[in-house]
């Protein structure tokens, strides 16, 4: 079974809207940590935002938000006032566990368009 | 800032041939994994490592070894190179504990004709 899936394999948003980019888990782990990375064409995966599985309040960093909806395991990304450069893929991820060196599971990714 | 250094961008080999690709991480991490992604599967953990000289399988290790003999680098061997393992292949390093949030390299392309 899919751990981690990103329903949306490609989304077209006009510049300055905000867009939300769909995340579901699947982990009986009580503890487990999720992430979104994006990846430009230059291929590098840049790391955008992480959320804990027992933080209280939904992550943000700068214009990334991470809408944590814990009961439905769902872990959706929303960049508000997308620009040009949010063109990219990008990937959710989640981390179970917290001991020893800790594998991350990746989604399939979106493919996020912005247009003038 | 972190870094993550890989050998190559772009690789061509032949099917038969020996392949190293080599990665580099300065932030002092633990924690070394080597990815391929391909398109519509997402990444794909082949190996990760713990610890200098440890070395554990990740989801589809076949075909692939490691070797970790110092802290900052972690290597991928292709022991004979087949058209199948032409990939997008991404290293990251992570510090053990916390977060432990994964920084990637900029990935080598492998193609194998």
């Known amino acids: 079974a899919q751990k981690i899936t990103q329903t949306q394999p490609g989304m077209f948003v006009q510049e300055k809207e905000a867009v939300t980019l769909d995340c579901t888990y699947d982990?009986?782990?009580?503890?487990?940590?999720l992430f979104w990375y994006k990846q430009p064409s230059s291929g590098e995966m840049i790391f955008l935002i992480y959320q804990g599985s027992y933080d209280q309040q939904n992550a943000t960093e700068g214009r990334y938000s991470l809408n944590f909806q814990k009961a439905r395991k769902s872990a959706n990304l929303v960049i508000s006032a997308s620009q040009l450069g949010d063109s990219a893929m990008y990937f959710c991820?989640?981390?179970?566990?917290?001991?020893?060196?800790?594998?991350?599971?990746f989604g399939q990714g979106t493919r996020l368009t912005i247009n003038p | 800032d972190v870094k993550v250094t890989q050998s190559s961008r772009y690789l061509v080999k032949r099917t038969g041939e020996k392949v190293f690709l080599e990665c580099v991480q300065d932030m002092d991490h633990e924690n070394m994994f080597w990815y391929r992604q391909d398109p519509g599967l997402g990444l794909r953990l082949i190996y990760f490592s713990y610890d200098v000289k440890m070395k554990e399988k990740g989801d589809i290790p076949e075909g692939y070894s490691v070797s970790r003999e110092k802290k900052e680098r972690f290597s991928l061997i292709l022991e004979s190179a087949s058209t199948n393992q032409t990939s997008m292949y991404l290293c990251a390093s992570s510090l053990a504990g916390g977060q432990d949030t994964q920084y990637f390299g900029p990935g080598t392309r492998l193609t194998v004709l």
């Open positions: 991820a989640m981390r179970e566990g917290h001991q020893g060196a800790q594998k991350l599971v």
């Open positions: 982990t009986s782990d009580p503890s487990y940590g």
